[in-house]
């Protein structure tokens, strides 16, 4: 057996192995990170992490519709802002992702 023939396959285990290393890791600033789909679409997939940012990131969305919020969006809201500020960062989000749902639904429909 010659040294060629088994330098080969330890390349080949080699570098399956790194495909499945992890990326190179984001700043401690940055909180989002963009992956690419695995269908094929063009559009990038954006996940955001649970983070404070993120929180004031909704209630900017959710304000810019205008100060006459609907009740129940109102109240959504309140309570997320509420949560976020308490600490209980992912609480807060469920809540404001709800009321930007209702925000959209009722202003789309």
């Given at each position: 057996?010659?040294?060629?023939s088994?330098?080969?396959?330890?390349?080949?285990v080699m570098?399956?192995c790194?495909?499945g290393?992890?990326?190179?890791?984001a700043?401690?600033?940055?909180?989002?990170r963009v992956?690419?789909?695995?269908?094929?679409?063009d559009?990038?997939v954006?996940?955001t992490s649970?983070?404070?940012?993120?929180?004031?990131?909704?209630?900017?969305?959710?304000?810019a519709?205008g100060?006459?919020?609907p009740?129940?969006?109102?109240?959504?809201?309140?309570?997320?802002?509420?949560?976020?500020?308490?600490g209980?960062?992912?609480s807060?989000?469920?809540?404001?992702?709800?009321?930007?749902?209702?925000?959209k639904?009722?202003t789309h429909?």
């Open positions: 057996m010659n040294m060629q088994a330098v080969t396959p330890a390349i080949v570098s399956f790194l495909c290393a992890s990326p190179v890791p700043e401690q600033g940055d909180t989002t992956m690419a789909t695995r269908d094929g679409a559009k990038p954006i996940i649970d983070t404070r940012a993120y929180c004031n990131r909704l209630l900017n969305i959710i304000d519709y100060p006459a919020l009740q129940d969006v109102d109240s959504l809201r309140m309570q997320g802002e509420g949560m976020c500020r308490e209980r960062i992912r807060g989000i469920i809540r404001l992702r709800r009321a930007l749902v209702e925000l639904e009722t429909s």
